[in-house]
């Protein structure tokens, strides 16, 4: 793909140049045609850079998957993420992170502890149901409240009790930043989401 891109690249600028004048430049900078610049941003946009394209593209890396839960004006609130990452030792903070239009995370914000529970390589199951409908994510499961309401489900491979540190904005997606209070682990494969799927598969 480098090499098209890099082809298209040079047809954009060979086409560009012969579009109309540059326009006059500073003393010792460089100069760039304004068809230039427009020609190479929308070969960039069409680069496979399309919603489907990008998506499927970022399903090459593999990456765990983990519940994050509380107890939120004495219901159970939870959604499940895939985008889950260690962030900082010092102060020890993980982040997640969530679509903006997500209807979910305006009521686990308010939380005053979150849980996070990181899932079993058996929980795939358990992921499409925390991905459903609210008033059946957590049906049939075991889950766990502890201090504060964070809610953790008892037979995951590792789980953390959060706080929300902040959230940072980022496309289309929030950015969710929490601080870790305690942290708990047990032997065990995780869970794991490649090619929108659960399980590594062969490329």
Do not use: Y
Not at 36 to 58: I, K, N, T, V
Not at 81 to 105: C, E, H, K, M, Y
């Amino acid at each position: 793909m480098g090499h098209e891109v890099a082809r298209d690249r040079a047809a954009v600028l060979e086409a560009a140049r012969g579009a109309g004048p540059e326009r006059a430049a500073a003393p010792g900078a460089v100069s760039e045609p304004s068809s230039e610049r427009a020609a190479l941003s929308e070969a960039g946009r069409g680069a496979g850079l399309d919603p489907a394209r990008l998506r499927a593209a970022f399903g090459a890396f593999p990456s765990g998957v983990v519940a994050v839960a509380a107890e939120v004006g004495g219901r159970l609130v939870g959604l499940c993420a895939s985008s889950f990452t260690s962030v900082s030792l010092d102060p020890p903070l993980v982040s997640f992170s969530i679509a903006t239009g997500s209807r979910t995370w305006p009521s686990l914000r308010g939380a005053t502890r979150i849980g996070v529970t990181v899932l079993a390589d058996h929980h795939g199951l358990v992921a499409r149901q925390l991905a459903g409908p609210a008033e059946d994510r957590f049906t049939g499961l075991d889950p766990v409240v502890g201090e504060g309401g964070a809610v953790t489900l008892v037979d995951g491979v590792a789980w953390f009790e959060t706080s929300l540190e902040r959230g940072v904005e980022a496309g289309d997606h929030t950015i969710v930043l929490l601080r870790l209070h305690s942290a708990a682990h047990t032997p065990g494969t995780p869970l794991v989401f490649h090619h929108s799927g659960f399980g590594l598969r062969a490329c």
